[in-house]
Nanobody, 126 residues
């Protein structure tokens, strides 16, 4: 069973930065790709970024591609999301999750991921 715990959210002004962390544990976490998603009030949860276990490959949502960077430290079993040039539209609860199957690499669908964390709130003020 994989367990994921997000942290690092908070309140930041537009143009600022935050780094989110996703700490993973559990025997089946090893070797699995990890993704970040977000859900704004009244909206569906949407894909943000994902990274393969080795850290060598990543993919992003177009809305964050040039501003956010996903990385991982497997020694610490932690995945990070560095968010720069934040905008009010980035306000959401951010979740991390593990990719169900390697064959789903590249998917942006919620259904392709499982073991969701509890989320961390990011609020960007204008």
């Amino acid at each position: 069973q994989v367990q994921l715990v997000e942290s690092g959210g908070g309140l930041v002004q537009a143009g600022g930065s935050l780094r989110l962390s996703c700490a993973g544990s559990g025997r089946t976490f090893s070797g699995r790709a990890t993704g970040w998603f977000r859900q704004a009030p009244g909206k569906e949860r949407e894909f943000v970024a994902a990274i393969i276990w080795s850290g060598g490959n990543t993919y992003y949502a177009d809305a964050v591609r040039v501003r956010f960077t996903i990385s991982r430290d497997n020694a610490k079993t932690t995945v990070y999301l560095q968010m720069n040039s934040l905008k009010p539209v980035d306000t959401a609860v951010y979740y991390c999750a593990a990719l169900r199957a390697a064959s789903s690499w590249g998917s942006r669908s919620n259904a392709a991921f499982d073991s969701w964390g509890q989320g961390t709130q990011v609020t960007v003020s204008s």
